[in-house]
């Protein structure tokens, strides 16, 4: 038993030193395919902020008379004058999955949003008379109403990726895709309104569907620190890391519905007037590649 043990002890060394070094080689193959931009990757994760998010939700809709908070009579679209001129914030994340990798990379994936805007309800009195206005106008009621958009999409993106093997850290992309926009206001308490309302568009909760483009840059950051990025892709997978920017223009009036609605009922007709929640903005945002 004795020398059976030291047989043991004295093979062990010999075996575990080939697969010492076979995981060392493989490590350095994959440390080598990430410097030159070579690592295979297949999945794409994206997190994007826009802080000039702003929809088009008063597109058609009249001018009304509101008294500012001075007591003077303005002209002004609803949605504006309810939430005002400022810019919101929206969030963005994606999962992408590559289809073909070639001259440049192929992907499909989906995305889910969010952004919300604050302002206050209003109520009709009767118009001041120094305004020269018959009849009602609007004012501020002083109780708080929010407006909710949560955005899914289902897109494809080209990457230009080509020259990555080559050290040029700048990547150009294209999007296209399909959008389907859940919205919904709320009252101070959060109750969503169900109010009756003359018109569909004026609903208090509804889904607008439309198309999107966008194009953009990524740039990777694998170069900055490389031990940070050697570390990423052994303990994560990450195989680049970047950060990107991107323009988007988008067009969420029921364009696709509209077709469907259109086929269905034999052409000639529309769906349901809906709100315009179109909208063109920059976002910024970090990606990782697995």
């Keep these: ?88 914030m929206l969030t963005d994340l994606e999962l992408d999955r590559d289809l073909w990798q070639g001259f440049g990379s192929v992907a499909v994936g989906v995305a889910l949003g969010y952004s919300e805007f604050y302002g206050y309800g209003m109520l009709q009195e009767q118009c001041p008379s120094t305004s020269g206005l018959s009849g009602k106008c609007f004012a501020q009621s002083g109780v708080n109403s929010s407006f909710h958009m949560i ?30 926009v859940i919205y919904w206001n709320a009252e101070q308490s959060g109750q969503v309104s169900f109010e009756p309302a003359p018109s569909p568009s004026e609903n208090g909760i509804g889904l607008v569907t439309g198309v999107e483009v966008s194009a953009g840059l990524e740039v990777l950051l694998d170069d900055i620190d490389a031990v940070i990025s050697r570390d990423a892709l052994h303990d994560l997978g990450i195989a680049h890391t970047y950060l990107m920017a991107e323009y988007v223009d988008s067009f969420i009036e029921n364009g696709p519905s509209n077709i469907l609605y259109s086929i269905r009922t034999g052409g000639g007709s529309k769906a349901p007037a809906t709100l315009d929640l179109s909208a063109a903005y920059f976002q910024f945002g970090l990606g990782a590649q697995f």
Excluded at 46 to 52: D, H, I, P, Q
Excluded at 161 to 167: A, K, M, R, S, V
């Design 1 to 88: 038993m004795r020398r059976a043990a030291l047989a043991v002890a004295a093979l062990l060394p010999l075996l575990a030193s080939p697969l010492g070094r076979a995981q060392e080689v493989s490590d350095k193959e994959r440390d080598d395919e990430a410097s030159a931009g070579t690592l295979p990757h297949w999945w794409t994760v994206e997190l994007r902020m826009s802080t000039v998010f702003y929809p088009a939700a008063d597109s058609g809709a009249p001018n009304i008379p509101f008294i500012n908070g001075a007591g003077n009579v303005q002209s002004g679209p609803p949605f504006f004058d309810v939430y005002g001129p400022k810019h919101r």
């Design 151 to 180: 955005p899914a999409r289902l897109l494809a993106t080209y990457r230009f990726d080509y020259f990555l093997p080559n050290h040029v850290p700048v990547v150009p992309f294209v999007r296209a895709g399909l959008d389907w």
